[in-house]
């Protein structure tokens, strides 16, 4: 008879993957792992964690690689949105990793209002998503698409707005920049 096992994909390091762990644990079950390790079992039952991006959890999930997966909305979401056939869906909000995906302008800046953002560009890391609301809201704007250090955009005049994660606001604050809307509020979603 072979034993079935369950993969759950994981973040490896970031600001999911101590919750996550610690999710499990408060579930009895316990991660034995090296800093390095991709892979590791579950001591108490038939369960193997893989621990990687968090960006390639979604499509680990969507595409059966793993079964389930712990990962932030806002991944999920945009990976959701520009996915035909996407199919994996939420099992659980977790509660944890809690920001939201907001549009951002500066401080004093031309950009008044959401219709403001009409004919100007939005530097973002969540194409999908933004194309989405603006779409909702019958704006056209240019998407400029950076995988990092979106909030220095503005400063660096190559955008005039950004669409980024905001928890505390301090990174908004620090560039002079103001919430304009938030698109989407995100936690850790449990997903299969
Ligand atoms: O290496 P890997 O690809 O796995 O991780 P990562 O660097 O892409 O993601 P990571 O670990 O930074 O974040 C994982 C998830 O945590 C995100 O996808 C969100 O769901 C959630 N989360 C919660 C956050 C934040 N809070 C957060 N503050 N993700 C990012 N930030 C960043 C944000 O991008 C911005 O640069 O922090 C800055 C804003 O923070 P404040 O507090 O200054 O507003
Ligand atoms: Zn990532």
């Known amino acids: 008879m072979t034993t079935e096992r369950i993969r759950i994909a994981l973040q490896k390091s970031g ?9 499990l644990k408060d579930c009895g079950l316990h991660v034995a792992r090296s800093k390095d390790q991709l892979f590791c079992r579950i001591k108490e039952l038939p369960i193997d964690v893989l621990l990687v991006r968090d960006d ?6 969507d595409s059966g690689i793993c079964e389930l997966g712990i990962v932030g909305e806002n991944v999920f979401a945009e990976m959701k949105t520009g996915t035909e056939n996407f199919s994996a ?4 909000r977790l509660g944890f990793s809690q920001c939201r995906l907001t549009i951002a302008v500066p401080e004093n800046g031309a950009v008044k209002s959401v219709a403001d ?5 939005i530097a973002t890391s969540y194409p ?3 194309q989405a609301f603006l779409i909702s809201h019958k704006i056209t704007a240019k998407t400029l698409v950076m995988m990092g250090s979106v909030e220095v955009a503005p400063r660096l005049k ?7 994660i905001v928890a505390s606001g301090a990174t908004l604050t620090a560039n ?4 304009l809307t ?3 509020n995100s936690q850790a979603l449990l997903v299969r």
């Open 15 to 23: 600001r999911l993957a101590e919750d996550s762990l610690k999710l």
């Open 176 to 179: 002079n920049l103001r919430e």
């Open 158 to 164: 190559i955008a005039d707005a950004i669409c980024d």
């Open 56 to 61: 390639d959890i979604p499509n680990f999930v």
């Open 128 to 130: 999908h998503l933004l």
């Open 89 to 92: 869906t939420v099992v659980e």
């Open 182 to 184: 938030t698109i989407l």
């Open 117 to 121: 953002l009409a004919g100007t560009t």
